[in-house]
């Protein structure tokens, strides 16, 4: 079983804050890396074409999917740093 450590309210506050922190970062990089990669730097019409709008589509999937894999990632090495040594 996983030792959990309990929070104070001040702790819990903090760690919400940094959660809301990281994902308004991820979302900020991800908006930039796919509207860089995805939308021409000239605008000749006010709509996304469908080419564009199939590449964000695709760019936000990738950047998401790779995110939460590295996200398990770091989070299973954690686990395992945590967890005593076996005897």
């Known amino acids: 079983m996983a030792f959990t450590p309990r929070l104070s309210s001040s702790q819990q506050k903090?760690?919400?804050q940094l959660e809301l922190d990281v994902?308004?970062?991820m979302y900020n990089r991800l908006?930039?890396?796919c509207r860089n990669k995805c939308i021409s730097k000239s605008y000749d019409e006010g709509e996304l074409s469908k080419a564009e709008s199939v590449?964000?589509?695709r760019c936000a999937a990738k950047y998401?999917?790779?995110y939460e894999r590295v996200g398990k990632k770091l989070t299973a090495m954690y686990t395992a740093q945590m967890q005593p040594p076996e005897k």
């Open 64 to 66: 998401l999917e790779v």
């Open 14 to 16: 903090q760690m919400e």
């Open 23 to 25: 994902m308004q970062d």
């Open 55 to 57: 590449c964000l589509d």
């Open 31 to 33: 908006s930039e890396a």
